[in-house]
């Protein structure tokens, strides 16, 4: 599977951004996919996961109301629709797909094998 992010950009603080995750392979309805996020000088951090099987989305407790994380399997893309947007929103933005992540892991880095590239999002005061 490879992944490709686009999407970033540069954003006034309350503006709204959408990400797009493309995928290669045929078994993209099967994987659960992901969005990580990873701002200047800090770690990586989990933001939002949809697993299509078994029907759940994630969305990490600092985001929850403001993104939004859904999917399209025809298209194979996978999307983060962020609101509200604010400066420490700056960030690349990363997607990441697995083809077996318990629901217990699904905000863990490890749980994935495929990374996109990462989109950068800049939000301005």
């Known amino acids: 599977v490879q992944l490709q992010a686009f999407g970033g950009g540069l954003v006034q603080a309350g503006g709204s951004l959408t990400l797009s995750c493309v995928a290669s392979?045929?078994?993209?309805?099967?994987?659960?996919m992901a969005w990580f996020r990873q701002a200047p000088g800090k770690g990586r951090n989990f933001m939002a996961a949809y697993k299509f099987s078994g029907g759940y989305t994630d969305i990490a407790d600092s985001v929850k109301g403001r993104f939004t994380i859904s999917r399209d399997n025809a298209k194979k893309t996978v999307y983060l629709q962020m609101n509200s947007l604010r400066p420490e929103d700056t960030a690349v933005y990363y997607c990441?797909?697995?083809?077996?992540?318990?629901?217990?892991?699904?905000?863990?880095?490890?749980?994935?094998?495929?990374w996109g590239q990462g989109t950068l999002v800049t939000v301005s005061s």
């Open positions: 392979g045929d078994t993209f309805s099967r994987y659960t």
């Open positions: 990441a797909a697995s083809p077996s992540v318990i629901r217990r892991k699904v905000a863990s880095q490890t749980a994935y094998a495929y």
